[in-house]
């Protein structure tokens, strides 16, 4: 049973470019969050998406934007990329019963994003 | 901004010695979980304890949770090399959907 998955490994863009994440979530889960961890910092909520709606957000601007697949898997999109969005970007994928459980969540290797 | 604070924000310690990480929060929570995560690579869960357990066990791990202090300790019995990683406890706050609120870790540095 494949774990969360998520591509690309690494990434390099400069500034001002549009770059686009990939999350496959553990089989039998449902619902995706995706998590920004800058250096040396605990790991940021950006926003989860259950039913192919974001249902929750953190406290990221409007350039952070994602999409939920009909097989659960997700898409984070970052436009007009900026330095300080160089980062460890991770997906966490959880749910499987009615979404709203809380339970554990099983996070991706992560995609390692440098904007130059 | 992170909710939880991990205490100490570094821990160097002998291969067999006890460790022992402390985590702190300031809202209420469904539940608080402790994650490891090896030079900056994916988190791996570790335990979840959820806001009516006191305490919980796992293999060599050891979680207590007092909500009353808003505080959770994960204690490492007889640590071995491959423990060293950075430990993070994440707590989902109550009324949410599950979204995880982390602390900046504690470094865990065990040497044989």
């Known amino acids: 049973d494949a774990g969360v998955t998520q591509s690309p490994t690494h990434l390099i863009k400069t500034r001002g470019q549009q770059v686009t994440l990939r999350c496959s979530p553990k089989?039998?889960?449902?619902?995706v969050s995706w998590y920004q961890q800058a250096l040396g910092q605990g790991p940021q909520f950006i926003f989860q998406y259950y039913e192919e709606e974001e249902r929750q957000r953190g406290n990221f601007p409007d350039r952070f934007s994602g999409h939920q697949f009909p097989n659960y898997s997700s898409e984070l999109n970052v436009n007009a990329l900026l330095l300080g969005d160089s980062a460890l970007y991770l997906c966490a994928s959880s749910g499987g019963t009615s979404g709203r459980a809380y339970n554990e969540q099983f996070f991706g290797p992560g995609t390692r994003l440098t904007v130059l | 901004s992170q909710q939880g604070e991990e205490d100490p924000q570094a821990l160097s310690i002998q291969e067999g010695e006890n460790a022992t990480m402390n985590c702190s929060y300031k809202t209420s929570i469904n539940n608080l979980q402790w994650y490891r995560q090896n030079s900056g690579r994916g988190l791996v869960h570790l335990i979840l304890?959820?806001?009516?357990?006191r305490e919980k066990h796992s293999g060599r791990l050891r979680v207590t949770l007092d909500t009353s202090k808003k505080s959770s300790s994960l204690l490492i019995t007889a640590s071995r090399a491959a423990d060293t990683a950075s430990y993070f406890c994440?707590?989902?706050?109550?009324?949410?959907?599950?979204?995880?609120?982390f602390g900046a870790g504690t470094r865990l540095a065990v040497h044989p």
């Open positions: 304890i959820r806001s009516n357990e």
């Open positions: 089989s039998g889960h449902d619902t």
């Open positions: 994440a707590t989902a706050p109550s009324g949410g959907y599950n979204k995880l609120i």
